[in-house]
């Protein structure tokens, strides 16, 4: 029981720090799109992810001392460029916003076309194996629903990006752009709940571990 507990309470820890860390990320990112007087600090808060990832695919490839030089030699080009950057960085924000969602609406879309798996029947198979006739009909009906969420988001941010000021954007992008997931997590398992049998759910936990399996390349449960 003691080593169940101490398990729990690391998962716990790490969702936590997760979440702290995001919510953390996405006031820093309102205040700095925000301000009337930006300066090299608020760009910074724009680009450290990007510039993060980037470094953590280069120490992921086959040619790690290649591609650190080339992040190496891209931060060099941001610093020389800060001055433009400070200027535009907002131009940032709405690529890692809208462009996130853009791509994860193709990525959702692409798998809805004939002679392939819908993504949530990915995830579904993960978690079930073999899929019954409703819950296959579920989640091509859900994987639509997604793929409309995310395509729905990265318009709406760029209209909001173009017609308005940048605060009123940034509040839809940085401070409402967790909880608009979080309930569109909450609508489609309530939706779940009402027209699937029990034994074709899977709760928000499974269903997030399942996501984290088919990222690094699992395979479906076996029956």
């Known amino acids: 029981m003691k080593a169940e507990q101490k398990a729990g309470l690391r998962q716990a820890w790490r969702w936590g720090t997760v979440l702290t860390l995001g919510i953390s990320y996405s006031v820093l990112s309102h205040l700095a799109a925000a301000s009337a007087a930006p300066d ?47 200027k535009h960085f907002n131009w940032v924000f709405l690529l890692q916003h809208a462009g996130m969602y853009a791509l994860l609406c193709g990525a959702f879309v692409r798998t809805l076309q004939a002679g392939r798996t819908p993504m949530i029947a990915g995830f579904a198979r993960i978690v079930h194996g073999n899929l019954s006739p409703a ?29 308005t000021p940048v605060p009123i954007w940034s509040v839809f992008a940085n401070l409402l752009g967790g909880p608009m997931l979080v309930l569109m997590f909450v609508g489609e398992y309530a939706v779940r709940c009402y027209v699937l049998p029990v034994t074709d759910r899977a709760g928000p936990l499974e269903a997030i571990r399942a996501y984290r399996q088919a990222a690094s390349g699992g395979s479906a449960r076996q029956p």
Request: charged share 5%; hydrophobic share 65%; with cysteine.
């Open 135 to 163: 819950l296959i009909r579920y989640t091509r009906s859900a994987t639509w629903a997604w793929s409309f969420y995310f395509g729905s988001i990265s318009g709406l941010s760029l209209l909001l990006f173009w017609l």
């Open 40 to 86: 090299l600090l608020d760009a910074m808060v724009a680009v450290v992810p990007l510039v993060g990832l980037a470094f953590a695919i280069a120490w992921r490839s086959s040619q790690r001392t290649l591609m650190l030089a080339l992040c190496l030699a891209a931060c060099a080009v941001l610093y020389a460029i800060s001055g433009w950057l400070v």
